[in-house]
């Protein structure tokens, strides 16, 4: 099992830039897929980047492609969101999960946590 938890929201500007980490604690790191999701009020849930294990593969959502950067840093267990150009369209609450595959699909993920909020001001 591993336990995941985000850091790194706030308020920004619209045009500026925040960076979302996710830390993970448990077992190996290395071992899981990571990825980011982001639910808005009165909207679903909904896929925004995934990283594989070692990297090798990663997907974006289309509204964040070209703006949003996942990375990860296996031997600090900590998985990376750089955001940039935000939008009032990106606030959201940012999730983080931990799963077997790189995916879109909130399914195929295993652990969770508890979010962080990312608000845009225009």
């Known amino acids: 099992q591993v336990q995941v938890v985000e850091s790194g929201g706030g308020l920004v500007q619209a045009g500026g830039s925040l960076r979302l980490s996710c830390a993970a604690s448990?077992?190996?790191?290395?071992?899981?897929?990571m990825g980011w999701f982001r639910q808005a009020p009165g909207k679903e849930r909904e896929f925004v980047a995934t990283i594989s294990r070692y990297g090798a593969t990663i997907y974006y959502a289309d509204s964040v492609k070209g703006r949003f950067t996942i990375s990860r840093d296996n031997a600090k267990n900590t998985v990376y969101l750089q955001m940039n150009s935000l939008k009032p369209e990106d606030t959201s609450v940012y999730y983080c999960?931990?799963?077997?595959?790189?995916?879109?699909?909130?399914?195929?993920?295993?652990?969770w946590g508890q979010g962080t909020q990312v608000t845009v001001s225009s």
């Open positions: 448990g077992r190996s790191f290395s071992r899981y897929a």
């Open positions: 999960a931990a799963g077997d595959l790189a995916t879109m699909a909130q399914k195929t993920y295993d652990y």
